[in-house]
Every structure is written in C-alpha cells, then in structure tokens.
C-alpha cells in the first residue's frame, strides 16, 4: 500500500529561524512528489512538483528537494505569511496519495 | 478563470439524510477528483473521473456514497443516508491531461452530519 509520512506534524518558527519539512514516501511506480500549502478554510495551494532525484525547485522562501525515498522542503528565513500546513503527496498513475501534512506556525 | 467552485461551502443536515455537493471545474480541465479531509485520516481520494467517465472509485467508502459527471462543466457527490461519521470537509479538483497531476482545488464543503 502507498504510504506517505511527513514529519513533524507541527512546528513553530520564530521570523526569519530557517527550517526543513521532512515527508518520507513508499509510492509504487512514484511518478512524480508534489507539495501544496493549505491554508486554514481553504483548499491546498500547488507549489511544486519533483520527478526525479537530485531535482530541486525553488519558491520565494521555499525550496523542495527529492531523493529517492524522502523529500525536503526547506523554508528559509520565512515570514509570519508563510504559516500554513504543508502537505506532500505522491503520485502513481493519475492518483495523489497525501501526508498527514505539517503545521507550521511563524510567529513575528 | 474563476477557478475550481464548490457549493454549497457550508452544509449541516441530520442523519438519515441525502447530501449532494455541487463541483464546477476549470474550464477545459478533463481530470476531476473528489476527496475528503479528516484529521483522522487526512486527504484521501474518493473518486476521480477522465472526460467525465469514473476511472477509480476505489476510494469510495461504502455504497451510501456516488457521484456523477453528467458534463465537463458539472459534477456532483451524493451520500444517502449521511451518518454522524461522514462529518468531513470534501474538496473536489480537477487538472489538465497536459498535466495530470498539478491538481487544483476548490474551497471545499464543510459537511457536518448531526
């Protein structure tokens, strides 16, 4: 069964403290890893998409990087408007498998 | 675009009773995915539909739950009887055959079953 972990489930960041997401992925035939923001009422938010280890894909403060059994997505010197949860998800076939996704809470 | 537009956003009904959340994908999307969020149990996909034909129902938890693509405009998720346990935010998401799985979603409806 396709399994996808992130970690940790909450986290709480000073302005401008960097820091790095963890999600963890057992996709079979893994086309692809996919990271949205969500924010609280509303529904996830694309950011990016890896396919291949190696690959990293940058966003204002946001960066997502992939190996071939987890990925990173690194949030440097951030701002309180980043606060949101961040789910990752893998793909096979045309199906997304989601983490539990994790919160984060940027405080000015 | 206007994007992905659910209705209703808000929906509270008794136990017992027939459910329908609406869907209206972006225009020209051919892919559209139902999905539930829980705390428990988090995003899992319901159903999603290529050219408006079902493709995988796998997700659909159990024979109360169906939906329909009547259109490429339009589709619909229906629970008859609701019960306490499908309490639930449903967002629904459609993409482009060009690129699959960028999905976009829509608002959600926050269902609650009482």
């Known amino acids: 069964e396709d399994q996808v972990t992130q970690s940790p489930e909450a986290l709480r960041l000073q302005e401008g403290e960097s820091s790095s997401l963890n999600c963890s992925y057992t996709?079979?035939?893994?086309?692809?890893l996919f990271w949205y923001r969500q924010d609280p009422g509303k529904g996830p938010e694309f950011l990016f998409t890896l396919y291949s280890a190696g690959e990293e894909k940058e966003k204002e403060r946001l960066k997502a990087t992939l190996t071939k059994k987890e990925s990173f997505l690194h949030i440097t010197a951030p701002k309180p408007e980043d606060s949101a949860t961040y789910l990752c998800a893998g793909a096979a076939g045309n199906k997304l498998t989601f983490g539990g996704g994790t919160r984060v809470l940027v405080k000015p | 675009d206007a994007g992905v537009i659910q209705s209703p956003r808000h929906e509270v009904t008794e136990m017992g009773q027939e459910v329908t959340l609406r869907c209206k994908p972006i225009s020209g999307h051919d892919y559209l995915f139902w999905y539930r969020q829980t705390m428990m149990r988090g995003l899992e996909l319901l159903i999603y539909?290529?050219?408006?034909?079902?493709?995988?129902d796998s997700g659909m938890p159990e024979d109360r739950f169906s939906a329909k693509m009547p259109n490429a405009s339009f589709s619909t998720l229906k629970i008859q009887p609701s019960e306490p346990r499908d309490s639930a935010v449903y967002f629904c998401?459609?993409?482009?055959?060009?690129?699959?799985?960028?999905?976009?979603f829509g608002p959600g409806t926050r269902l609650t079953v009482l």
């Open positions: 996709v079979s035939g893994l086309r692809g």
């Open positions: 539909f290529n050219n408006n034909v079902p493709i995988d």
């Open positions: 998401a459609s993409s482009s055959g060009l690129a699959v799985d960028t999905q976009y």
